[in-house]
């Protein structure tokens, strides 16, 4: 065998530990035992320390599936408990047997392979007695049947993403040749096995709450923070979604990890989008609408829903975004999200010409708003999903410049403006921001003041490089597109503007050179 070239006992070490074992002609199923013998043999490791790392657990993890298996509240375990064990009888605590049989089924082994001759000089005589016994082959008297040890490959607690063959403790039976005891015995056994099968599970409830707390704190960062960051961080976390639905789950814990997984996909495609990736950002999005549509989940279809219809805006199909917004906002869902689909809506059928339609939308919204009928904090607490009080006036703003009702446009986007102005740095939606900066630009272009619009877009233009997103770069091209065709005023500053607007493209990680003589759409 080549000698291993990591840190010895390191997760690299282990990982090509594996690969070596695989190329020696290991099967799966037995590729952790190999792993742990390993361990021992080469990194001197005591065997209860080399079962856990041969299973890729931590001590929290083991912890937590230790808890899960006793289902006792007196008996919730700690990591720190689990060390102690492994560190007996140097130090630490003496785990009993009952506590080495658990720790088997974690690791999906036997309780005697977790012994050494260590443990067995400090051992009380009973413990030794049972140990023989149970090395000899007989009939471990304080464990059920349908509780033998699984091999390393079976789906287990313990060894998530390593699926192996059906639980070895669940015994044909031929009806016919069968006794009445043997029958009601073995019956028992099948029974207890498949259950304890279908109940073991990959994940606990504590890391399910911290995934979703992470994924809820990446779509806050987001309004503020730039995006190459924030892709990884939910790529970081998508891929551990991934690794645990691959394992084996309760169904409700299934059903929420789905879920999670559906809003990763969307925050990303959405990330995506703003980074110019439109064809990551749709593989993205298709995820999410499968992981939705698995979980059976209505909130996840709606965030679904919420950033198809953004897609749809940013590629110029108006009327089908409005038509993905006006179906994800179709039930009772007085909340934030169905406020950000009937903006959406309202903003998509302004793009497409449909101006009554338009107007007679931002109306339903402001009497919806007005009654208190969509609940949310409005200060951006919620992230992407749910507008804050400036994004939602950007979106009136905007919907009313593209239908033309100007004066009250640029009423509504200099009160988005001041809103984001006086919004905490860390909630503050930098893209609506200067979304909202160039479109009140346009308004006072319309207006014959481009004076004011020249002073309204210095801080567009003073927006870090990895700020400058897809959005950004294609409104600051259709003003420059407006500017161009106005008064003689405007087509000076569009000169200026232009001047400054291809090295400020080139900059950005998006990049998309200046839009030459057509009209491109804004991806709000």
Request: aromatic share 6%.
């Given at each position: ?5 990591h840190k010895?006992g390191?997760?690299?070490?282990r ?6 074992l ?11 035992d ?25 001590l929290?993890?083991?912890?937590a599936?230790y ?21 007996w009888?140097?130090r630490?605590v ?27 000089r400090?051992?009380?005589e ?18 059920p049947?349908?509780?033998r040890p ?6 287990t ?8 063959p059906?639980d070895?403790a669940h ?7 069968t006794g009445?005891?043997?029958?009601m ?6 029974a ?5 099968h ?11 709450e ?9 779509g ?30 309760r ?10 997984a ?5 925050l990303?495609?959405?990330?995506c ?10 593989a993205?999005?298709?995820a999410?609408?499968m992981?939705?549509?698995q ?5 996840a ?8 219809s953004?897609l ?12 993905i ?9 007085p ?10 809506r309202?903003r ?6 449909q ?6 939308a ?5 009497e ?10 409005g200060?951006?607490?919620?992230g ?9 006036r ?22 988005a403006?001041d ?12 893209a ?5 900066r ?10 014959g ?13 003073a ?34 503007w ?27």
């Amino acid at each position: 065998m080549k000698e291993l070239q990591h840190k010895p006992g390191s997760k690299p070490y282990r990982r090509e530990l594996r690969e070596q074992l695989k190329a020696l002609g290991f099967p799966a199923d037995r590729i952790n035992d190999a792993v742990a013998t390993a361990l021992a043999q080469l990194c001197h490791m005591r065997p209860r320390t080399a079962r856990r790392l041969a299973c890729e657990l931590s001590l929290d993890e083991v912890a937590a599936r230790y808890s899960a298996l006793r289902n006792d509240a007196e008996s919730r375990m700690r990591g720190s408990r689990i060390w102690d064990f492994e560190q007996w009888p140097a130090r630490g605590v003496h785990p009993t047997v009952r506590t080495l049989r658990t720790l088997a089924d974690i690791y999906g082994t036997s309780w005697v392979q977790l012994v050494d001759i260590e443990d067995l000089r400090h051992m009380p005589e009973e413990d030794r007695e049972l140990y023989h016994r149970r090395l000899a082959g007989d009939a471990d008297p304080q464990q059920p049947p349908a509780s033998r040890p699984r091999t390393a490959g079976t789906a287990t607690a313990g060894c998530p993403g390593h699926p192996g063959p059906p639980d070895p403790a669940h015994r044909p039976l031929r009806l016919r040749e069968t006794g009445t005891a043997e029958l009601m015995a073995v019956s028992g056994e099948n029974a207890l096995g498949t259950a304890r099968h279908v109940t073991t599970t990959n994940v606990d409830d504590v890391t399910v709450e911290q995934l979703d707390r992470e994924l809820r704190d990446a779509g806050r960062a987001y309004l503020h923070a730039s995006p190459a960051p924030v892709l990884l961080q939910l790529t970081q976390l998508g891929e551990r979604m991934a690794e645990l639905l691959r394992g084996q789950q309760r169904p409700s814990q299934t059903v929420r990890l789905q879920a999670l997984a559906a809003r990763c996909s969307a925050l990303t495609a959405w990330v995506c989008d703003d980074l110019g990736g439109t064809s990551a950002a749709r593989a993205h999005l298709w995820a999410a609408s499968m992981f939705a549509g698995q979980a059976e989940h209505d909130d996840a279809r709606r965030w679904v829903s919420v950033v198809r219809s953004r897609l749809a805006f940013s590629d110029g199909d108006f009327v089908e975004s409005a038509r993905i917004a006006d179906d994800g906002a179709r039930g009772e869902w007085p909340d934030g999200i169905k406020s950000h689909l009937l903006l959406r809506r309202a903003r998509a059928l302004a793009r497409a010409g449909q101006d009554d339609e338009a107007r007679e939308a931002l109306r339903a919204w402001e009497e919806g708003n007005r009654k208190q009928m969509y609940f949310g904090t409005g200060n951006g607490a919620d992230g992407i999903f749910h507008l804050q009080s400036a994004q939602q006036r950007y979106f009136v703003g905007a919907a009313l410049l593209d239908v033309r009702d100007i004066h009250p446009a640029l009423q509504e986007l200099l009160t988005a403006l001041d809103l984001f102005d006086k919004a905490p740095a860390e909630v503050r939606a930098y893209a609506e921001h200067a979304l909202s900066r160039i479109d009140t630009a346009r308004a006072f272009l319309t207006l014959g003041e481009p004076s004011e619009a020249h002073e309204v877009m210095e801080p567009v233009f003073a927006l870090p490089p990895e700020r400058r997103s897809r959005c950004v770069l294609t409104a600051l091209n259709e003003l420059l597109l407006v500017a161009g065709g106005d008064s003689p005023f405007g087509r000076r500053f569009a000169a200026e503007w232009g001047m400054r607007a291809d090295p400020y493209a080139s900059r950005a990680p998006a990049p998309q050179g200046r839009a030459a003589g057509t009209s491109v759409p804004t991806c709000a």
